[in-house]
């Protein structure tokens, strides 16, 4: 069985973003960075060749549209279908991502007690980092214990979870 995948990127605040669709799902939400434009040949308007040889699907549209939301402070939850790939845990920890609030934040251990294995905080690091999905599904809002910044792996690290937080209006320590 062959599936339909479909991308689009489009231009952020933070970055570039990469969207990918799977057979009518989002499956994929890759925060390209700064040095993204050059890395992957895109204009500075933002799409390049890749994304203009595929069909913007109404998906891909309607994601783009509601990230255009989220940064204008418009948009503080989303309304798409996804299909994130993962093992169980994994998914079990982004379904609990996906309840944390705009504005609000949660931290590593909470989010490993919620999943039912409270000693399993650096698993859940390393399932928050593997998250396909950023932003729509929010790992940027998941601190240390303390209100800590820890590591981010989309955009540019670090300073792109400080920009996602302070768009957010959330609380962390530096």
Same mark, same amino acid.
């Given at each position: 069985?062959? $599936?339909?995948?479909?991308?689009?990127? &489009?231009? $952020?605040?933070?970055?570039?973003?990469?969207?990918?669709?799977? /057979?009518?799902?989002?499956?994929?939400?890759?925060?390209?960075?700064?040095?993204?434009?050059?890395?992957?040949?895109?204009?500075?308007?933002?799409?390049?060749?890749?994304?203009? /040889?595929? #069909?913007?699907?109404?998906?891909?549209?309607?994601?783009?549209?509601?990230?255009?939301?989220?940064?204008?402070? *418009?948009?503080? $939850?989303? /309304?798409?279908?996804?299909?994130?790939?993962?093992?169980?845990?994994? *998914?079990?920890?982004? &379904?609990?991502?996906?309840?944390?609030? @705009?504005?609000?934040? &949660?931290?590593?251990?909470?989010?490993?007690?919620?999943?039912?294995? #409270?000693?399993?905080?650096?698993?859940?690091?390393?399932?928050?980092?593997?998250?396909?999905?950023?932003?729509?599904?929010?790992?940027? *809002?998941?601190?240390?214990? /303390?209100?800590?910044?820890?590591?981010? $792996?989309?955009?540019?690290?670090? #300073?792109?979870?400080?920009?996602?937080?302070?768009?957010?209006?959330?609380? @962390?320590?530096?």
């Amino acid at each position: 069985m062959t $599936s339909s995948v479909h991308f689009l990127i &489009s231009s $952020s605040p933070v970055g570039p973003i990469e969207l990918t669709e799977t /057979d009518g799902a989002l499956t994929g939400v890759r925060l390209l960075g700064a040095h993204g434009l050059s890395e992957h040949g895109l204009s500075e308007h933002g799409l390049g060749a890749s994304a203009t /040889d595929t #069909p913007r699907t109404a998906l891909l549209r309607r994601a783009q549209k509601q990230l255009t939301e989220y940064f204008a402070g *418009r948009r503080h $939850s989303f /309304d798409l279908l996804l299909a994130p790939h993962g093992t169980e845990f994994q *998914r079990a920890v982004w &379904s609990q991502l996906s309840n944390i609030p @705009f504005g609000a934040t &949660s931290t590593y251990g909470a989010i490993a007690s919620a999943v039912g294995q #409270p000693q399993a905080a650096r698993a859940v690091g390393g399932a928050i980092g593997a998250n396909p999905l950023p932003i729509v599904v929010p790992c940027h *809002r998941v601190l240390a214990g /303390d209100r800590r910044l820890t590591g981010f $792996s989309g955009g540019d690290g670090v #300073p792109t979870k400080v920009t996602l937080l302070t768009l957010e209006g959330c609380e @962390f320590r530096a």
